[in-house]
């Protein structure tokens, strides 16, 4: 392997932008439309209204660090714009965290899910999620995609487009089909005038809000092959905008015609699944479990893209642990396949940690916390900092771009923080304390989370560079 090639531009704006709505677009579409209904009585016009304010604050975010696209490119998108804006400090420790808590907990859950709705789609029942079977099969699942992405990068580029693809085709069906028969039978009119229960659980509009946030995460990995995107200062930014309104536009009208596919009532109940039955029959819920397969498959495959690189990215710093082999560089695939493999380990520690703090009887105690959701606490934490220093140092160069917009992602980020506090400390610790126990899922993951970013401390080298600048001096030299 040699140390001084540089990933090529090898990715156009097709694969940018399907990696966004893929990435986004995972299990979270076909599920998070029945708590919905669920927190708003069942009211449609809330609910699109909780997908809208979900998606404006994605749509905010995505377009300010588009705005740092414009302006920076290195090697590992948002990591490059906090060390442009907050220094190489901050940026390591925002690197680590991505590397060891971020990235792999939420691919870990992903191969996990991908597991258990194949399982489904072949026995027809829900029975075997928290199985050796299930366990296994999302270990092949982590290893497969890790394996394509190491050895085929361009094979794992052309993965991802094709199940964007895919998994529009019931989304879009959905959307159409159940509209058009909504309208006829009432369904639709009803969801929108009706409420179906008088006691709210969950605090309405903005529990709804809340169950989008996280239906929602998952877009900013795309950055992180700025470096390997053909034109990457005007693709990414488009990448990220179009993916962005695409997304917003595809929940919406999933969901509407969800609602028409069936009674709203029933929906509340029975989940997506009633709805496909009810537009195509019994055969409607294995096609869902079959999307659903392939929908998982390709987040997942989008998540290991940011896995693959998060490594080699610290080490073109001379960072982290052996800087010297994550740096390297396949010379037969250009891809850093140490840093792949790194982080395919990791994504098996989380895996672990996954399975036995919510798929059994916890061994955790009180560490036990949800993987796939309390990072984006630290992560949106992470971005404040960015976005205000961003505005501080370019704000006068362009006001509505490199101020306005950095303000306003400020606010949604602080928001995003907020609405995961709630889920994960504020309510969890209401209900132990009814129940006579304790339970602060949010403070013992934060423990956890000081201690691995106390690992990384050991890792961080002050009066390190980049590799690849070092490299180009000394051939200067030479």
């Known amino acids: 392997m040699e140390q001084n090639q540089k990933l090529t531009q090898k990715y156009g704006l097709l694969t940018a932008i399907a990696m966004v709505i893929g990435i986004v677009i995972g299990s979270g579409v ?8 669920n927190v708003t009585n069942g009211n449609l016009g809330l609910g699109i209204l909780a ?21 920076f490119q290195k090697v590992n998108g948002v990591v490059d ?25 939420m691919t870990s859950v992903l191969a996990w899910v991908s597991a258990r709705y194949t399982l489904v789609l072949f026995t027809g029942n829900d029975d075997l999620i928290a199985s050796g079977l299930c366990l296994s099969l999302a270990a092949f699942y982590l290893c497969a995609i890790f394996a394509m992405n190491a050895l085929a990068p361009k094979l794992a580029g052309k993965f991802q487009v094709s ?15 159940g509209t058009v028969v909504g309208l006829i039978n009432g369904n639709t009119v009803d969801a929108f005038t009706g409420v179906v229960i008088s006691d709210v659980q969950g605090g309405g509009l903005f529990a709804a809000i809340i169950a989008t946030v996280f239906a929602y995460e998952g877009w900013i990995v795309a950055t992180s092959i700025n470096a390997e995107l053909k034109n ?35 929906l509340m109940t029975g989940g997506a699944s009633v709805g496909f039955k009810g537009l195509f029959g019994n055969a409607g819920a294995v096609v869902l479990n079959l999307f659903v397969v392939i929908s998982c498959l390709g987040t997942l495959n989008g998540l290991a893209v940011g896995c693959s690189r998060g490594m080699y990215a610290m080490g073109v710093r001379r960072q982290g642990p052996r800087p010297d082999v994550m740096a390297e560089i396949s010379p037969s695939t250009n891809m850093p396949s140490n840093s792949a493999w790194v982080g395919l380990l990791i994504c098996g520690a989380w895996l672990f940690y996954f399975y036995g703090a919510n798929l059994t009887n916890s061994i955790f105690g009180l ?30 160069e362009d006001k509505f771009r490199n101020l306005v917009m950095p303000i306003l992602a400020t606010v949604a980020s602080a928001f995003m923080i907020f609405a995961a506090i709630w889920a ?48 180009s001096e000394e051939a200067t030299k030479e």
């Open 30 to 37: 076909f599920f998070k439309g029945q708590n919905i209904l």
């Open 51 to 71: 997908w809208i304010i979900g998606g404006a604050i994605m749509i905010i975010c995505a377009i300010t660090f588009a705005g740092f696209a414009m302006k």
């Open 81 to 105: 714009y906090a060390e442009a804006t907050c220094g190489k400090g901050y940026a390591y420790f925002l690197s680590w965290f991505m590397i060891t808590i971020y990235y792999p907990g």
């Open 163 to 177: 199940t964007t693809v895919i998994k529009l085709v019931p989304l879009t069906l959905v959307a159409i089909v």
């Open 232 to 266: 990457a200062k005007r693709n990414l930014p488009l990448a990220l905008l179009i993916g962005g309104v695409v997304i917003v536009a595809i929940y919406v009208l999933y969901f509407v015609g969800l609602a028409g596919a069936a009674p709203v009532g029933d």
């Open 367 to 396: 560490f036990t916390f949800d993987s796939s959701e309390i990072p984006i606490v630290t992560i949106y934490a992470f971005y404040i900092p960015v976005f205000i220093m961003f505005a501080i140092k370019y704000g006068k």
């Open 424 to 471: 994960h400390g504020v309510t969890p610790f209401k209900a132990a304390k009814e129940a006579g126990t304790f339970a602060l899922p949010i403070l013992f993951y934060l423990i956890i989370f000081a201690v691995i970013m106390g690992i990384g401390v050991l890792f961080y080298k002050k009066n390190a560079g980049d590799l690849n600048e070092a490299v």
